[in-house]
């Protein structure tokens, strides 16, 4: 039983940044991939970024160059760093973690956190 809290969500300028947090607590043997997606109103949610275990990471193309996702494994965290905004970026976020089962590693589950709501005004 995993648990994903995000914060660092609000309200920005465009041209501002954010940084968003999410920290994984429960019974967690090993994460393996972590990533962030995102849902805007009316449309559908899409993938941001990700990243592996081993640091390996991967971006939408609309937020290369301005966001860097990270990872901290020793507290079972991954950041977002958001730069440079824009309104497009407004959304709710959503934090998501793989995390291979205590009882059979081989079968894992993706948790997902609430969201943040991040807003940015033009």
């Known amino acids: 039983q995993v648990q994903l809290m995000e914060s660092g969500g609000g309200l920005v300028q465009a041209g501002g940044s954010l940084r968003l947090s999410c920290v994984a607590s429960?019974?967690?043997?090993?994460?393996?991939?972590m990533g962030w997606y995102r849902q805007a109103p009316g449309k559908q949610r899409e993938l941001v970024a990700t990243?592996?275990?081993?640091?390996?990471?991967n971006y939408v193309d609309s937020v290369k160059g301005r966001f860097t996702i990270s990872r901290d494994n020793a507290k079972n965290t991954v950041y977002l760093q958001m730069n440079s905004l824009k309104p497009e970026d407004t959304a709710v976020y959503y934090c998501?973690?793989?995390?291979?089962?205590?009882?059979?590693?081989?079968?894992?589950?993706?948790?997902w956190g609430q969201g943040t709501q991040v807003t940015v005004s033009s």
């Open positions: 429960g019974s967690i043997s090993v994460i393996n991939a």
């Open positions: 998501n973690a793989n995390v291979a089962t205590t009882i059979m590693r081989s079968v894992s589950i993706n948790y």
């Open positions: 990243i592996t275990s081993g640091g390996s990471t």
